[in-house]
């Protein structure tokens, strides 16, 4: 993990700093995104709370809808960079909502590499089958290499 994304720069993937690999102590150093994961703001986790008592929770601000688009262009774009921008292409096998990280101005940045997989890279032919990651997304690698079960409808 630590060679693939060594090699992987954008603005749009979130940063591996460094990393420690001593003994049987392993660690991943990235870039700090202050505004959490987009899940968090997409899906908040909503405390109890009682009205009576005056009790309020402290919520996250709603996206607002350019700031929604906007985060949709950068993960968009993450994922061209990943399927057309390296070589071989990478498939990142698990992107979903929990995997998206907002930096100090709300931009997205793709994270999680950890299942990830490097594909053919034209010359060797190679195909990947295995869907692993999140229901509900597939790489267009998949779709258009795949055997035609991957399409249903």
Same mark, same amino acid.
């Given at each position: 993990?630590?060679?693939? &994304?060594?090699?992987? +720069?954008?603005?749009?993937?979130?940063?591996?700093?460094?990393?420690?690999?001593?003994? $049987?102590?392993? =660690? @991943?150093?990235?870039?700090?995104?202050?505004?959490?994961?987009?899940?968090?703001?997409?899906?908040?986790?909503?405390?109890?709370?009682?009205?009576?008592?005056?009790?309020?929770?402290?919520?996250?601000?709603?996206?607002?809808?350019?700031?929604?688009?906007?985060?949709?262009?950068?993960?968009?774009?993450? &994922?061209?960079?990943? +399927?057309?921008?390296?070589?071989?292409?990478?498939?990142?096998?698990?992107?979903?909502? $929990?995997?998206? =990280? @907002?930096?100090?101005?709300?931009?997205?940045?793709?994270?999680?590499?950890?299942?990830?997989?490097?594909?053919?890279?034209?010359?060797?032919?190679?195909?990947?089958?295995?869907?692993?990651?999140?229901?509900?997304?597939?790489?267009?690698?998949?779709?258009?290499?795949?055997?035609?079960?991957?399409?249903?409808?």
């Amino acid at each position: 993990q630590v060679d693939l &994304l060594s090699r992987m +720069h954008s603005p749009h993937l979130v940063g591996l700093l460094g990393y420690c690999a001593d003994q $049987s102590h392993r =660690l @991943l150093v990235f870039e700090f995104m202050p505004n959490g994961s987009l899940k968090g703001h997409l899906h908040p986790v909503i405390p109890a709370v009682d009205v009576a008592a005056g009790e309020q929770r402290d919520a996250r601000p709603t996206l607002d809808w350019q700031t929604r688009l906007g985060i949709a262009l950068d993960c968009a774009r993450a &994922l061209e960079f990943l +399927h057309e921008h390296t070589s071989p292409a990478v498939i990142h096998r698990d992107f979903n909502c $929990s995997n998206v =990280l @907002l930096d100090h101005n709300y931009r997205a940045r793709v994270s999680d590499f950890g299942t990830a997989k490097v594909g053919s890279n034209k010359a060797n032919g190679q195909v990947v089958t295995r869907v692993l990651g999140t229901t509900g997304y597939l790489a267009p690698e998949y779709v258009n290499e795949s055997p035609s079960f991957w399409l249903t409808r």
